[in-house]
C-alpha cells in the first residue's frame, strides 16, 4: 500500500529556515519522480519542486529557485525539501506527491507559516 506521510512545518519568521520530510511506504523513492506541492490559502495547488528518478535532473518552480533544495535519502526512502530564506508568500500547505502505476499519490499535507 502506498503511503506518503509530510512533516517537518511550522511557524518561521521571514529569512528563516525549514526542512521539510516526506516518508514513502509501499514503493521505492528512487524508483519515481517524486514531487513537491504547495497550496496558499485562496490558491490553486502549484508544484514547487521535482526529483526524477536516479540520474535525472531536479527541477523548482522560479520563486522558490536558488532558496529551496529538494533532495533523497534512499536508505530511509524519503524525500525532503530544504527552504531557506523563507518569505511571508512561502505560506501554504506543503504536499508531497508520487506517481506510482499511473496513480497519483498524495500526503496530508504539512503547514507552513512565515510571518513575524
Known amino acids: 500500500q502506498v503511503q506518503l506521510v509530510e512533516s517537518g512545518g511550522g511557524l518561521v519568521q521571514p529569512g528563516g529556515s525549514l526542512r521539510l520530510s516526506c516518508a514513502a511506504s509501499?514503493?521505492?523513492?528512487?524508483?519515481?519522480?517524486m514531487n513537491w506541492y504547495r497550496q496558499a490559502p485562496g490558491k490553486e495547488r502549484v508544484l514547487v519542486a521535482t526529483?526524477?528518478?536516479?540520474?535525472?535532473?531536479?527541477t523548482y518552480a522560479e520563486s522558490v529557485k536558488g532558496r529551496f533544495t529538494i533532495s533523497r535519502d534512499n536508505a530511509k526512502n524519503t524525500v525532503a525539501l530544504q527552504m531557506n530564506s523563507l518569505k511571508p508568500e512561502d505560506t501554504a500547505v506543503y504536499y508531497c506527491?508520487?506517481?506510482?502505476?499511473?496513480?497519483?499519490?498524495w500526503g496530508q499535507g504539512t503547514q507552513v507559516t512565515v510571518s513575524s
Open positions: 506527491k508520487a506517481v506510482v502505476g499511473l496513480v497519483a499519490y
Open positions: 509501499g514503493f521505492t523513492v528512487s524508483h519515481y519522480f
Open positions: 526529483m526524477p528518478s536516479a540520474g535525472g535532473t531536479t
